[in-house]
């Protein structure tokens, strides 16, 4: 009945958007389209830059029941509903819009877990900045083999709203090919080469950080006790729409085996899983967290990788751009990449040849993956020294902690 609603109601709220005046100093922020507690990444460090400026009113717009989004020292901001009245109305006087993903995802209505409706903005009467969420090593949107990409283009308005944005964050130039290439229809002109602002949160000075990212720095060092730290973080797996894709399966032995290389060098494993968890065959590493050896630091309990990028001595991933705050901070990295073939081929695919944009060894199987851990951890990662610095080359324009405020500079430009 509510998405009969507002189908009905949604060409009157396109009328009012568009006769709406636009406010230069209204920016509009969203939390994560399907973790409503969750206002990170990104979106997270643009708050954190403008916050205190009294000439941007910031509105936060969150889905379901009202989070703790532990906003401190803020002023002339607003956490509002999305979808209430009161919410659409000051989202309608709002000029500067910020997405993580699209408007089809971040501004959306949704009706239970599943369904939603978009709610479509006046592009054009806007600023509207799309700070994806992170550098892509895999192939996505328009550039995703022909499976995912059908499955993307099932939501019709999430490629035609690419046309309008005003601004696409890139990291690099060649990171901005990239973004332009899976973006199609956005053009190359709409790409602005800034940095992330979420790495903004890697170099930063600790005190100068979101309370939230201290607490959970905090919290990882009272597991570690001193210990080296690697961090597992694989990605989610097209399991929806491709015959063959799987999520490892480690067994008793292999943890065993696992337990026994960290012990002989006094280190410890973080496991942080993808969110996205589409498969009630996912990973099963969290059968395995004892609090000794292996602990949980999924986004429950550490919100922002940044903390985890900062602390561990090693990070094992697949195809996740979660490696590249590591790459940021020149940290050893390994993929693990069992169904590497598999994912080239029939999954989302990957941008890069893996020999020149991933940093480190890739280990196809748990044996092989034993050995790497072994020996990075043994000599500190130092053997890929060479290999970091040339993937740093292609993936940062910049290296310090003035990203956002790159992203701001662009936005006041286009307001004046």
């Not at 009202?66 to 000029?95: F, M, N, Q, S």
């Not at 950080?209 to 959970?216: A, E, G, M, T, V």
């Not at 990070?315 to 901070?329: G, M, P, Q």
């Not at 000599?379 to 910049?398: C, E, L, M, N, V």
Request: net charge positive; charged share 25%.
């Amino acid at each position: 009945m509510a998405r009969f609603i507002f189908l009905l109601l949604h060409p009157l709220w396109q009328f009012i958007d568009r006769m709406t005046p636009k406010r230069a100093d209204c920016w509009a922020f969203s939390t994560h389209h399907l973790h409503t507690g969750r206002f990170i990444e990104n979106q997270r460090a643009m708050f954190e830059l403008v916050k205190r400026d009294p000439g941007i009113h910031k509105i936060v717009f969150y889905r379901g029941e009202p989070p703790d989004l532990r906003i401190e020292d803020a002023i002339r901001y607003r956490v509002l509903r999305h979808g209430t009245l009161r919410g659409l109305l000051w989202l309608a006087r709002c000029k500067v819009v910020f997405l993580t993903h699209s408007v089809s995802m971040d501004y959306s209505l949704r009706w239970g877990s599943k369904r939603f409706s978009i709610l479509k903005l006046a592009m054009r009467h806007r600023v509207v900045v799309n700070l994806w969420h992170g550098i892509p090593l895999k192939r996505l949107l328009y550039a995703a083999n022909d499976a995912a990409s059908r499955h993307t283009d099932r939501v019709k308005y999430r490629t035609r709203e690419r046309r309008e944005y005003t601004g696409l964050i890139a990291s690099s130039d060649i990171d901005s090919y990239a973004m332009a290439a899976m973006f199609y229809p956005l053009n190359y002109h709409q790409v602005w080469s800034t940095g992330l602002p979420r790495n903004d949160f890697l170099t930063q000075a600790e005190e100068r950080l979101p309370s939230y990212i201290q607490d959970s720095l905090r919290l990882i060092r009272a597991k570690r006790q001193g210990k080296k730290l690697v961090v597992y973080a694989p990605t989610y797996r097209q399991t929806a729409i491709s015959d063959g894709a799987h999520y490892y399966q480690f067994s008793a032995g292999e943890i065993e085996r696992l337990k026994s290389v960290l012990r002989s060098h006094d280190a410890v494993l973080g496991y942080r899983p993808h969110y996205f968890k589409n498969s009630a065959n996912y990973f099963n590493m969290d059968e395995y967290v004892d609090d000794v050896s292996i602990f949980d630091m999924s986004q429950d309990a550490v919100p922002e990788f940044s903390a985890l990028a900062r602390e561990c001595d090693l990070l094992v991933t697949d195809y996740s751009s979660v490696y590249i705050e590591a790459l940021y901070l020149d940290k050893p990295i390994i993929c693990f990449g069992y169904d590497i073939e598999h994912y080239k081929a029939h999954e989302d695919g990957l941008l890069y040849d893996m020999e020149l944009a991933f940093p480190g060894p890739i280990a196809q199987d748990f044996g092989t993956l034993i050995e790497h851990i072994d020996e990075a951890l043994r000599h500190d990662g130092g053997s890929a020294h060479q290999q970091r610095a040339t993937a740093r080359k292609i993936f940062f324009k910049y290296n310090d902690s003035m990203n956002s405020e790159r992203v701001r500079r662009e936005i006041v430009r286009r307001l004046r």
